[in-house]
């Protein structure tokens, strides 16, 4: 403790689990607490004068309570698009710039997208069963599933990963339509004024809009109705834009033929009655999980740190700080 605190390099406080390609940068170019403030509460207080930065993932928390108790904090670096765990108002008011890792992440989670609006409609898990079960042999073909190609999707949300989306889902020669917090007659697409007037005309609904207190159960039972019983859900957003419980109730009565899952309201726990369905495909919020995205990630969030303390541009700030004290200053 006493030589990190004789250290002239700025003091971070990891606030969630870093991947070890971030980890070690960043305690190459800083003094980094690893979650001090959840693992010896005393030892962090000590410490606390001394943080200027915070570090984390996508899921990270960074409420006022742990701000308030960092009177040098500078910046919070997070490793991931979605940032709705920081206390964005807090910091601003402090003028703290809060950064995130838009763009390095796009293609992948628009590929998991897609490839989860495939796994649900043609079967894909289900179908892998059959074959290593034997049941091929037993009892002939699979029931037949449902076609993609040619169908009509609906995005809720079109920022730069909703766009790659409508990208991918066009060389399948889908029609695209979406809703967002407003028009975006440049893109060519038809726009549909809220969710639910969108599920109604869609055979297929991805949802990728940032979570928050703003969208909490955007995706409601009446949304689901709208979408209706040959509709399918993908979200690769975050849970809590959809009520599990409705989504469940709906699978379990057929409101809607299926759903791919990226994301839940409770992670990592995932309701029982959810992955007993089988018309539901779930993986464990994997959407930008690869090794080259990952790094860019992590390139990123340590690119924000170091520009920073070196009183540089920050190359991705979030967009509140960039319509508020950070109008100016920025990559």
Known sequence: MAEAALST??????????????????????????????SDPAAFARI???VRGVCGGGESQVPRVLMDQLAALEIVSIMGVGYDGVDVAAALE???PVTHTPGVLDDDVADLAISLMFSVARRIPQADRYVREGRWAGEGPMPLARKVSGARLGIVGLGRIGQAIASRAQAFGMSIAYTARGAKPGLGFEFYPSARALAAQVDFLVVITPGGAG?????????????????????????????????????????????????????PHVPEALRALDNAVLTPHMA????ETRQAMADLALRNLTAHFAGQPLASPVPEWLAGPGREGTA
């Open 288 to 291: 930008s999980a690869t090794r």
């Open 94 to 96: 402090r003028r703290v």
């Open 48 to 50: 606390a004068p001394m």
């Open 215 to 267: 969208t909490r159960h955007l995706i409601d039972a009446g949304v689901l109705a709208a979408l209706g019983p040959n509709g399918y859900l993908i979200n690769v957003a975050r849970g809590s834009v959809v009520d599990e419980a409705a989504l469940i109730q709906a699978l379990q009565a057929g409101t809607i033929a299926g759903a791919g899952l990226d994301v839940y309201e409770k992670e």
């Open 9 to 38: 390099r700025p003091h971070v406080l990891a606030v969630s689990k870093l991947p070890p390609f971030l980890a070690k940068p960043l305690n190459d170019a800083f003094v980094v607490h690893d979650r001090l403030h959840q």
